[in-house]
Nanobody, 123 residues
Framework: QLQLVESGGGLVQPGGSLRLSCAAS????????IGWFRQAPGKEREGVSC????????TYADSVKGRFSISRDDAQNMVYLQMNNLKPEDAAVYYC????????????????WGQGTQVTVSS
């Protein structure tokens, strides 16, 4: 059974950091582009970052450029999202997702989704 599981969310003060992890089971993550998305209450799900199958190409939403960094470790079947200088507007449920034939930040194009991990940014 294909499964993605996120972890690493929590409560952090503004300016703080978190590292989210996305673990895959039941499939080889290396065959998929992986994206991170987030959804705040009352808002649509938005793309945050994605990484190509090779790991050579990454994309970031303008709102997180320079603060977030995505990476993958295919040997461990893991993808990470390092989030620095967090802001209150970064608070959301964060999801990782896998795309078989697509690369980009459109959530409609992704095939497999995790259940999400909550990130709260508050003092």
């Amino acid at each position: 059974q294909l499964q993605l599981v996120e972890s690493g969310g929590g409560l952090v003060q503004p300016g703080g950091s978190l590292r989210l992890s996305c673990a895959a089971s039941g499939f080889t993550m290396a065959h998929f582009a992986i994206g991170w998305f987030r959804q705040a209450p009352g808002k649509e799900r938005e793309g945050v970052s994605c990484i190509s199958t090779s790991g050579d190409t990454t994309t970031y939403a303008d709102s997180v450029k320079g603060r977030f960094s995505i990476s993958r470790d295919d040997a461990q079947n893991m993808v990470y999202l390092q989030m620095n200088n967090l802001k209150p507007e970064d608070a959301a449920v964060y999801y990782c997702a896998g795309a078989w034939t697509y690369y980009g930040l459109d959530p409609r194009q992704y095939d497999y989704w995790g259940q999400g991990t909550q990130v709260t940014v508050s003092s």
